[in-house]
T-cell receptor, first 113, second 112 residues
Framework: QKEVEQNSGPLSVPEGAIASLNCTYS??????FFWYRQYSGKSPELIMS????GDKEDGRFTAQLNKASQYVSLLIRDSQPSDSATYLC?????????????FGSGTRLQVQP | EAGVAQSPRYKIIEKRQSVAFWCNPI?????LYWYQQILGQGPKLLIQ????????DSQLPKDRFSAERLKGVDSTLKIQPAKLEDSAVYLC??????????FGPGTRLTVL
């Protein structure tokens, strides 16, 4: 089992719809969860961080964390063609003592005009 | 505020040659990371520095990869000799506190 798993997609949604991106992670001590957006040929860009169970909203983005289910998601409301990118879920696992990110392979999102 | 700087942006080499990448983190960021991102995959940590000390290099292929961070600021990552499977984007990131990491533009390496 991979440590951080994401559906590779592509996830295709029409413009204006809600895009729902999901991520599961392995049963290890974890503290911090992040969503990064990566456009083709570019480096990852931080969108959201979440540290406790529940929802966290920032503009059109909402991150949801459920530690009991080892599940973190990202909702994008009113999706725009400019949101088309690969979305990377990342987790910091505390049991190794290091604070580096462990990434999933990413979900490619396509927003159709 | 200036972001993380990396150079070169692109590099093409023959297998068995050596190559070096340079990173300048955001000013004041104590933690610096090097990640390798192979096409279609998420970034994978190679090495993590705290100031000029190594925190974690467990995933660094030490027979061919080396890295240093002089004076706790700039860092270089070297590959010698390069293999075909080293073709990837090498990303440098820095972090102030509380885990948030900011990535540089990356260096795309092609090994022929």
């Amino acid at each position: 089992q991979k440590e951080v798993e994401q559906n590779s997609g592509p996830l295709s949604v029409p413009e204006g719809a809600i895009a729902s991106l999901n991520c599961t992670y392995s049963d290890r001590v974890s503290q911090s969860f992040f969503w990064y957006r990566q456009y083709s040929g570019k480096s990852p860009e931080l969108i959201m961080s979440i540290y406790s169970n529940g929802d966290k909203e920032d503009g059109r983005f909402t991150a949801q964390l459920n530690k009991a289910s080892q599940y973190v998601s990202l909702l994008i409301r009113d999706s725009q063609p400019s949101d088309s990118a690969t979305y990377l879920c990342a987790v910091i696992f505390m049991d190794t003592g290091r604070r580096a990110l462990t990434f999933g392979s990413g979900t490619r999102l396509q927003v159709q005009p | 505020e200036a972001g993380v700087a990396q150079s070169p942006r692109y590099k093409i080499i023959e297998k068995r040659q050596s190559v070096a990448f340079w990173c300048n983190p955001i000013s004041g960021h104590a933690t610096l990371y090097w990640y390798q991102q192979i096409l279609g995959q998420g970034p994978k940590l190679l090495i993590q520095f705290q100031n000029n000390g190594v925190v974690d290099d467990s995933q660094l292929p030490k027979d061919r990869f080396s890295a240093e961070r002089l004076k706790g600021v700039d860092s270089t990552l070297k590959i010698q000799p390069a293999k075909l499977e080293d073709s990837a984007v090498y990303l440098c990131a820095s972090s102030p506190t509380r885990d948030t990491q900011y990535f540089g533009p990356g260096t795309r390496l092609t090994v022929l």
